[in-house]
């Protein structure tokens, strides 16, 4: 095996076309030795001492290695884990570069640093070799025809997410190979994405794509990841997503056959802990390369500091690491295509000291990055650190998951009372949390159900959790999930209940697509998916959790319908998204209307006092953009309310737009004339739409 000392730069294995440079950052070892593989992964053909240290880097290259070959790395240095020092050259670790990696994990002791029982738990030392059961790094080769590859670029105004889960979205569609349910290449398949564009959503969220490992407790359950938020590899997709041959292409290939669709791919992605777990976790990659540079020590740096709930937090903060989640974005970005990316406890990423930094460094890098100028970045503005709720708190440019928005709207729709200030806020894209700055109202990530948590149906039908198949006795998951049944815990047969139910639903969403802001939608709510009250289905990779493709009740597909159709009338009208924060001002050059104005039952603006009324529970809203004017009535009573409409109002040519309580939806302008008053039937929505002009 000829060796060549090679570059520090770039980090990985690199294909040249001749031969393949190794760089590997470790600013503690003492040593690193390079090893390849057979074919199969099983057998380890060459140990190869990295003889070249750079600036921290440890590089050589091979002119004999091509695409294909396996290898992993061995890293030696102290074992002094009161030092934050792991180093154990008998355990092979992964690449933090790697683009491709080979085998599952499988589960030994052998694959911790320390000996597993030791009365001395993570101060002892274990001799034995972790190689034949780790997965192994690949060498790639990232050529890829693209084509006439153009990205959708839908504006931030225009954008509908939908959260979706590559297994789940596929694993049970009959019209997709048996082969590729599960994968990249089934959600590549024409008939998902045709099924996408006729929904009207422009943006799909994938779940975590990045490889991870399962759970050693999950599978001596008989559970696995399948939510996969415990990554191990920031380069690497996940295997189990690869129907056959390379799983960069087949990846590229499904992104390019989304943005020829039309349809924007943001990555949801877990670059704030890793699968290590804490002291008493295994070493896998980073624990063994650097342990002290890779995560956030506590001041005993034995232990973790956890502002993540997992063991274990990524020092972002240190400029290597820095690195490396920057080549990781700016890699699925200029290599991948993707269009953005959700980032999963992203305060965690964001701390310098002990809080949250909206000028944190990284921040800062990914606000400069030319690369990432023009990519959607939506954060999960919360972790389990102190002050860890940050909503509303960063950059200008970042969008936010709104979680208030989500609990609001389940209170107010549930009945309960004081929610109507908080529901004229957030249907007005939360302005007193997002309007600064010059950020704009799709800052704020809508939505009402996300993978965390209830689905849309089983909102409407479980009061509580029911999480035992998770094998915690129900411990795990949230409590408050702010639901109703409506009379019966659970499914029922109960016709009146589930009527209830189902315009219950209708209201959620439609409440959902006439705010301003940026809507997400859960993978199924729109055909009623349910988890049968499990709120943290994260380990329930079976039917349990995938999107039943089978034949629809006429109920699912109405209300499939009902949904599209609210889609394409918030698309068409652009009264329902509009790029600037309503504050009741008057619009120049009109009649004097005021942009956004909330009325009163009879037909009067509401004043300060009507807010806080005894138990007020119903709203009319009116939206003004031009000469088009809107109005969505809101009932959240048991009962019928009329609505009258004062001048000049009142004498606008009203047409319905939609009607929560039988789930019609018509085209602007083409529903049946309506005129004042309006009788809002209990618990539901009603829209018009009207020109001031006629």
């Known amino acids: 095996m000829r060796i060549e000392p090679g570059s520090p730069g770039p980090l990985g294995a690199t294909w040249d076309g001749s031969g393949t440079n190794f760089a590997l950052f470790s600013a503690n070892a003492t040593n690193v030795e390079l090893c390849l593989f057979e074919r199969t992964g099983r057998r380890e053909t060459n140990r190869i001492p990295v003889p070249e240290h750079t600036h921290d880097i440890w590089h050589c290259y091979l002119p004999d290695v091509r695409p294909g070959q396996l290898y992993g790395y061995r890293v030696h240095g102290p074992y002094e884990p009161s030092a934050g020092h792991r180093f154990n050259p008998n355990k092979l670790l992964i690449d933090p570069y790697a683009r491709a990696l080979k085998g599952d994990l499988r589960w030994q002791d052998s694959m911790f640093g320390y000996r597993v029982g030791s009365t001395r738990e993570d101060l002892s030392f274990d001799r034995r070799d972790s190689g034949p059961a780790m997965p192994k790094s690949i060498v790639v080769d990232e050529a890829f025809t693209w084509g006439n590859h153009v990205p959708p670029q839908v504006p931030w105004t225009d954008t509908i997410v939908y959260e979706a889960h590559v297994k789940g979205m596929t694993a049970m569609h009959p019209d997709v190979p048996d082969h590729m349910r599960g994968t990249f290449a089934g959600l590549a398949d024409p008939q998902v994405i045709d099924y996408l564009v006729k929904l009207g959503v422009t943006t799909i969220e994938l779940m975590p794509i990045h490889y991870f490992p399962d759970d050693r407790h999950l599978l001596e359950k008989g559970l696995h990841n399948y939510w996969g938020y415990n990554t191990l590899n920031f380069f690497a997709p996940a295997a189990r997503y690869i129907s056959r041959g390379s799983g960069h292409h087949e990846f590229k290939h499904m992104v390019r056959r989304l943005h020829e669709a039309g349809i924007e791919v943001i990555l949801d992605v877990v670059y704030n802990h890793t ?280 109920q699912e597909v109405g ?83 009329t609505f009258n409409l004062c001048e000049p109002l009142a004498s606008v040519e009203w047409s319905v737009l939609f009607e929560t309580v039988d789930g019609t939806v018509h085209r602007p302008g083409r529903g049946p004339a309506a005129g004042a008053p309006f009788t809002v039937p209990g618990r539901s929505m009603l829209a018009v739409i009207g020109n001031r002009s006629h």
């Open 275 to 554: 699968a290590e777990g804490n002291q008493l976790g295994p070493t896998l990659s980073f624990k063994g390369i650097d342990n002290a540079s890779y995560y956030v020590l506590a001041e005993d740096k034995r232990y973790y500091s956890d502002t993540t709930g997992t063991g274990n937090t990524v020092n972002v903060a240190h400029p290597r690491v820095m690195q490396m989640v920057m080549d990781s974005l700016r890699y699925w970005v200029e290599v991948c295509k993707v269009d953005g990316f959700r980032f999963d406890l992203a305060p965690s990423m964001s701390r310098e000291g002990a809080g949250f930094d909206k000028s944190s460094a990284w921040l800062d890098a990914v606000m400069q990055d030319p690369t990432l100028q023009g990519v959607k970045m939506i954060a999960e503005p919360w972790d389990l650190g102190m002050d860890g709720y940050q909503v509303g708190n960063f950059p200008p440019g970042w969008a936010e998951w709104n979680g208030r928005y989500r609990d609001d709207i389940r209170s107010y729709w549930r009945g309960e009372s004081g929610y109507l200030p908080p529901l004229a806020s957030n249907v007005l894209g939360s302005a007193d949390i997002f309007d600064h700055a010059g950020r704009k109202p799709w800052a704020s990530v809508n939505f009402v159900t996300a993978h965390d948590g209830f689905t849309l149906v089983d909102l409407v039908t479980y009061n509580e959790k029911h999480n035992e198949g998770n094998g915690e006795d129900n411990r795990d998951g949230h409590g408050d999930n702010r639901s109703f049944n409506w009379g019966v815990e659970g499914p029922t047969d109960d016709e009146a209940i589930n009527t209830v139910r189902t315009q219950m639903r209708r209201n959620l969403i439609a409440t959902l697509l006439v705010s301003q802001g940026t809507p997400m939608m859960l993978m199924g709510d729109e055909i009623g998916r349910s988890q049968f009250g499990n709120n943290n289905g994260y380990c329930q990779d079976t039917e349990f959790s995938w999107l039943n493709w089978g034949e629809d009740s006429e």
């Open 559 to 641: 209300f499939r319908k009902f949904v599209a159709d609210l889609i394409r009338v918030r698309q068409e009208l652009g009264i329902f998204h509009q790029a600037r924060f309503l504050h009741g001002d008057e619009q120049s050059g009109q009649d004097g209307a005021k942009d956004i104005c909330w009325l009163r039952p009879d037909g009067e603006e509401m004043n300060q006092d009507d807010w806080h009324a005894v138990d007020p529970k119903v709203l009319g809203m009116v939206l003004a953009q031009g000469d088009a004017r809107a109005v969505v009535f809101f009932n959240s009573l048991e009962d019928e309310m």
